[in-house]
Every structure is written in C-alpha cells, then in structure tokens.
Nanobody, 118 residues
C-alpha cells in the first residue's frame, strides 16, 4: 500500500504564492506518476488535473496553470511539490495529491484547501 500526506494549503490574496507538498510512503514502485488535482466548490465542479510528473521527470500541466505553477519531485524523499505563483481567485479549490502506477495503484490524498481571496 501507499500512503500520501499533503501539506501547504492556506488562504492567500490574489497574486501571492503557495507551495504544496505531498510525501508518499509505503510500497513505492517504479514507473509511477505523482500529480495534483483540484476540485472547486459548487454544483458541477469536477476534479480536474492541475499538474503531474513521472518518476523520470516528464511533466504536464492544465492550460489554466501553465506559466504560473511548477511541479517538481524529490525522488529520494518520494515527495512531490507544487509551486503556485500569481494565484487567482479561480484557483480556489481543494487540492488532492495522487499516486498512480498502471494497473497497480491509484491512491488519493485527503486534500488540502487553497483559498485565494482579497
């Protein structure tokens, strides 16, 4: 099994920055993908990909965060980071960490709240 522990959410003003962290522990396998998803409040809001990174370092981002958010990982610590700059009110959501290995794992963290408001 794999366990995920997230940290770093909070309340910030528009234009400010936050960094989220997610540490994975347990039976970590190679060829994994770690990522961040988010789900806003309100009806019809589905969980959406923010960014993800393979253990080889390949990344992809949602169009809405390109140029503002950066995902990175520390392989030795099995930790993934999401640096969020120039935050906007529409970035407000619960952010979930995900650990994925094809046909083996699809694990979710408990989520951390990010609120961007003046």
């Amino acid at each position: 099994q794999v366990q995920l522990v997230e940290s770093g959410g909070g309340l910030v003003q528009p234009g400010e920055s936050l960094r989220l962290s997610c540490a994975a522990s347990g039976s970590i396998l190679n060829f994994n993908v770690m990522g961040w998803y988010r789900q806003g409040q309100g009806p019809g809001k589905e969980r959406e990909l923010v960014a993800r990174i393979t253990d080889g370092g390949s990344t992809n981002y949602a169009d809405s965060v390109k140029g503002r958010f950066t995902i990175s990982r520390d392989g030795a610590k099995n930790t993934v980071y999401l640096q969020m700059n120039s935050l906007k009110p529409e970035d407000t959501a619960v952010y979930y960490c995900n650990f994925f290995v094809v046909r083996v794992y699809n694990v979710w963290g408990r989520g951390t709240q990010v609120t961007v408001s003046s």
